[in-house]
């Protein structure tokens, strides 16, 4: 089953912070976060593999809460590069494969 | 390391045409990913391969979807006969065990 986002769409201005939340109805074995802009192809973010884990890179982090079944990723300070359609990837038990959220539409403004 | 490249980049063809998309996966990598991406369902998980062998092909719309992996180098998704509907962008992704899922840049797909 295909995880929940939220919000669908966000707009900022540069500088600006943003929270893009992810939500499963299935108990989560890890959590993928992908950035896609226009017309290219999704790009890796991070895993998170452990219920509490958080990771960041620069200014975009990311939190697992195993038992909530849910991630959010944290845009701070947000730069006109983070534009694009972000996207959690969501796995259960062992499966290899990925299940997608609908995406999150991100713009930053100057 | 060139990616996981994908052939045509697009292809327009007429409904009732058979239509082969191409994937060549990073080299080392021993899954390997079909979704296809639309703005009504997002990127859909079609079928996917371990050690060249299809594990879950729940993904596939109907019998006219198809997909091989021949060699842990080369897999093909075929679409015998397209319909407007089956118009998408596919992607094709790899990756090893424990790693990211790498995408290549995609087919961008057109039945008129």
């Known amino acids: 089953q295909q995880p929940v986002q939220s919000p669908q769409a966000v707009i900022l201005r540069e500088g600006e912070d943003a929270v893009i939340n992810c939500s499963s109805s299935k108990a989560l074995y890890s959590v993928h976060w992908y950035r896609q802009k226009h017309g290219e192809a999704p790009v890796f973010l991070m895993i998170?593999?452990?219920?509490?884990e958080q990771k960041g890179h620069e200014k975009i982090s990311a939190s697992f809460n195993e038992k909530k079944q849910q991630s959010s990723l944290y845009l701070t300070a947000s730069q006109l590069s983070y534009s694009g359609t972000y996207f959690c990837g969501t796995a259960s038990g062992s499966a290899r494969q990925l299940t997608f959220g609908s995406g999150t539409q991100l713009t930053v403004l100057p | 390391d060139a990616g996981v490249i994908q052939s045509p980049r697009h292809e327009v063809t007429e409904m009732g045409q058979e239509v082969t998309l191409r994937c060549k996966p990073i080299?080392?990598?021993?899954?390997l990913f079909w979704y296809r991406q639309t703005m009504m369902r997002g990127l859909e998980l079609l079928i996917y391969f371990n050690n060249n062998v299809p594990i879950d092909d729940s993904g596939m719309p109907e019998d006219r979807f198809s997909a091989k992996m021949p060699n842990a180098s080369f897999s093909t998704l075929k679409i015998q006969p397209s319909e407007p509907r089956d118009s998408a962008v596919y992607f094709c992704a790899s990756k090893w065990e424990g790693s990211p899922l790498h995408f290549g840049n995609g087919t961008r797909l057109t039945v008129t």
């Open positions: 080299s080392g990598h021993n899954s």
């Open positions: 998170l593999l452990k219920g509490g």
